[in-house]
């Protein structure tokens, strides 16, 4: 059976960017290959939480996969810093990964250009942290959005060299993964870019349908379409990507005709999409409120999945070591 490996920073909650680029992936491939999905706490450390924050986040998504629909019987849910061999597989392939390539990145730009005071080296060798998450189960796919893209070419580069350095067909070499369809990317209210936790322009799983109408009422738009067929700008572009994640074809036909006559409201066109969130987050927040006060099934559930992945990654590190050239005396 193939293998998945995925996981997710515990920056904050889950918006809906994680749930349509990965989330949602994960539900169908639980059923059908052996999955590993993981809690990125080492990766968080990257912008220095508090203690009490980094716990209450690894908390609170871990509650969020489960609300989601994650099945700790049918698949491997765990914490990253519950599996340290991933510490010392990337230290490891650290000897193999160039900082020329590394800064070139497009996330390590884009996190120098806004973070100047704390271009830390965790930064810059994130890929290879990533790299070793999805080698360590020696994963066959990835499921993630767009914007993990280059990270994960830099896993089947990472990968491809060690097989390489040592003359040893030993890693698989993953493969990114959408369900047969494109990467998506999942765009954020402020009318350009991707739906982030970082840029306040996200809607959480969490969030009440208050909060999720007055977002999704705020989010920018244009002046309208003043002639027949006009091209759409990134904005509304961006309102119609969204409602393809959450609303019925015929619903999306209908305001697209609408633009394309001329005859669109906004205003019309934000209450629908706002309505149908509404209507998809309602039974997760529900499941997010009743896990949440479940403290000994959550450690039922981290204990088993740190027990599964430990199995598999204590054996690629053993055989990593003995590849290297590291022998017992
Ligand atoms: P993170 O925590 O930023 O996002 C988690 C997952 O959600 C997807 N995602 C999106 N998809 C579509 N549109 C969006 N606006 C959007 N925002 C987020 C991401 O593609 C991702 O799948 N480096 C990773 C975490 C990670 C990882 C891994 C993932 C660490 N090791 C190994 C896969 C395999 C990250 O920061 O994702």
């Not at 994680?18 to 990257?46: P, R, W």
């Not at 959005?145 to 830099?154: H, I």
């Not at 097989?163 to 030993?170: A, C, D, K, T, V």
């Not at 309208?224 to 509304?236: D, K, Y």
């Amino acid at each position: 059976m193939e293998t998945v490996v995925s996981g997710i920073r515990p920056t904050g909650n889950l918006h809906l960017g994680n749930y349509f680029g990965a989330v949602k992936n994960f539900l169908k491939m639980q059923e059908d290959y052996n999955c590993y999905f993981f809690i990125a706490d080492y990766h968080s450390l990257t912008t220095h939480p508090t203690p009490a924050d980094l716990h209450g986040n690894v908390r609170q998504v871990l509650v969020e996969y489960l609300a989601a629909g994650l099945d700790p019987e049918k698949a491997t849910i765990y914490i990253q810093s519950d599996l340290p061999e991933v510490a010392e597989l990337t230290l490891l392939l650290n000897m193999n990964a160039y900082v020329g390539e590394l800064q070139r990145t497009t996330s390590f730009k884009e996190k120098v250009r806004s973070n100047p005071n704390n271009v830390n080296a965790g930064l810059l060798t994130y890929p290879v942290l990533m790299a070793s998450d999805i080698i360590i189960h020696k994963a066959h796919k990835v499921p993630v959005g767009k914007d993990q893209e280059q990270n994960l070419e830099m896993t089947r580069k990472f990968a491809t060299r060690f097989n390489h350095m040592y003359n040893h067909e030993y890693f698989t070499i993953p493969e990114p993964f959408n369900n047969g369809e494109a990467l998506i990317k999942i765009p954020g209210l402020d009318g350009s870019g991707k739906m982030g936790k970082s840029d306040g322009n996200g809607i959480y799983l969490a969030d009440s349908p208050k909060e999720i109408r007055k977002k999704v009422m705020k989010a920018v738009t244009d002046a309208g379409p003043t002639e027949q067929n006009a091209p759409l700008s990134e904005p509304i572009a961006n309102l119609f990507t969204l409602m393809t994640a959450v609303s019925q074809p015929d619903t999306i036909d209908y305001f697209k005709e609408q633009y394309a006559n001329c005859n669109i409201r906004y205003g019309d066109l934000k209450k629908q999409i706002a309505e149908d969130i509404v209507a998809f987050t309602n039974p997760i927040r529900e499941k997010i409120e009743a896990i949440a006060s479940d403290a000994d099934y959550l450690r039922k559930v981290v204990n088993m999945g740190k027990e599964k992945a430990h199995e598999s990654a204590t054996k690629t590190i053993r055989e990593v070591r003995e590849i290297i050239g590291f022998k017992p005396f």
